[in-house]
């Protein structure tokens, strides 16, 4: 019924800058809340930052400061512009969505992820 496609990912140096997106399809009526998580290998799989329909923002303490999330309600997209990486913000960047259907149920959908290596 809907689809979460992140892009964006991918090999960079530390202190260089990424941008992820992710584009929801479907079935959507409208969107709520949005966020981007991330799991490392061996990890669980943590917020990184989430955004509101009204744009509220919250970030992990790792994030703040350093990433912006930001969405476009017109596209259905969210994203996440990271700088000055680190190492250990390489993972799997996932995105997820509370999505309300056009048949007004509510559901969290997740994308199949995207991975960010961060090399010193």
């Known amino acids: 019924q809907v689809q979460l496609v992140e892009s964006g990912g991918g090999l960079v140096q530390a202190g260089g800058s990424l941008r992820l997106s992710c584009a929801a399809s479907?079935?959507?009526?409208?969107?709520?809340?949005m966020a981007w998580y991330r799991q490392a290998p061996g990890k669980q799989r943590t917020l990184v930052a989430g955004i509101t329909s009204g744009g509220s923002t919250n970030y992990a303490n790792s994030a703040r400061g350093r990433f912006t999330i930001s969405r476009d309600n017109a596209k259905n997209t969210v994203y996440l512009q990271m700088n000055s990486l680190k190492p250990e913000d390489t993972a799997d960047y996932y995105c997820n969505a509370n999505v309300v259907l056009t048949s007004r149920a509510s559901t969290i959908y997740w994308g199949q992820g995207t991975q960010v290596q961060v090399t010193v």
């Open positions: 479907g079935s959507i009526f409208s969107i709520n809340d």
